[in-house]
């Protein structure tokens, strides 16, 4: 299962809603989940199953989709938000897939 | 609190071989699957391998399938990755990731290179 993400990067400024889209190349269901990285730092998950926000994780992270298409939306854009984010399929468990990321960058 | 350490990484000549090394602490390591995961330099992440908790299933990605063996000592609270034929694209940070990809280490650095 191969998953692509766009845009590859992003421009956005403090208070911007910021959306990164993630297509999987058959149905996953909701087996998609979304990581952020940042630099130097090991990744670390802030949505599971396509829409569930991880414990932890603020409000203005949010997840949805199903099937083929999904989107991770940051509603309000905070300075600790920017980071590279990668989606990741879990529906051929247990083989596992990452996009390729999305990285967020200051503008 | 949950920690998972890595260790056995360095540089190494195309066609030799490294063990890495993962101690786990502050949970029960025997009941969880673990995964390797590695990161290119400037690229993006490539899962690697998973064992079950018990080590009675192994699953391998396409690029190191036949290369690479993962292991664990449920006793030592160890995971293992034994990287055989190396290649010059293996060079990466390798990062050990308990079961639900909910616990990451801090990762330790391979470099395949003559």
């Known amino acids: 299962i191969q998953l692509t993400q766009s845009p590859s990067s992003l421009s956005a400024s403090v208070g911007d809603r910021v959306t990164i889209t993630c297509q999987a190349s058959?149905?996953?269901?909701?087996?998609l989940n979304w990581y952020q990285q940042k630099q130097g730092k090991a990744p670390k998950v802030v949505i599971y199953?396509?829409?569930t926000l991880e414990t932890g994780v603020p409000s203005r992270f949010s997840g949805s989709g199903s099937g083929t298409d999904f989107t991770l939306t940051i509603s309000s854009l905070q300075p600790e938000d920017y980071a590279t984010y990668y989606c990741?399929?879990?529906?051929?468990?247990?083989?596992?897939?990452f996009g390729q990321g999305t990285k967020l960058e200051i503008k | 609190q949950v920690q998972l350490v890595e260790s056995g990484g360095g540089v190494v000549q195309p066609g030799r071989s490294l063990r890495l090394s993962c101690a786990a602490s502050?949970?029960?390591?025997?009941?969880?699957?673990m995964h390797w995961v590695r990161q290119a330099p400037g690229k993006g992440l490539e899962w690697v391998a998973i064992?079950?908790?018990?080590?009675?299933?192994?699953y391998y990605g396409d690029s190191v399938k036949g290369r690479f063996t993962i292991s664990r000592d449920n006793p030592k609270n160890t995971l293992y990755l034994q990287m055989n034929s190396l290649r010059v694209e293996d060079t990466a940070i390798y990062y050990c990731?308990?079961?639900?990809?909910?616990?990451w280490g801090q990762g330790t650095l391979v470099t395949v290179s003559s």
């Open positions: 064992i079950w908790y018990d080590g009675g299933n192994k």
């Open positions: 990731v308990r079961e639900d990809f909910d616990y």
């Open positions: 502050g949970f029960i390591f025997s009941s969880y699957g």
């Open positions: 990741q399929q879990s529906y051929s468990t247990p083989l596992y897939t």
């Open positions: 058959q149905d996953i269901s909701i087996n």
């Open positions: 199953d396509a829409a």
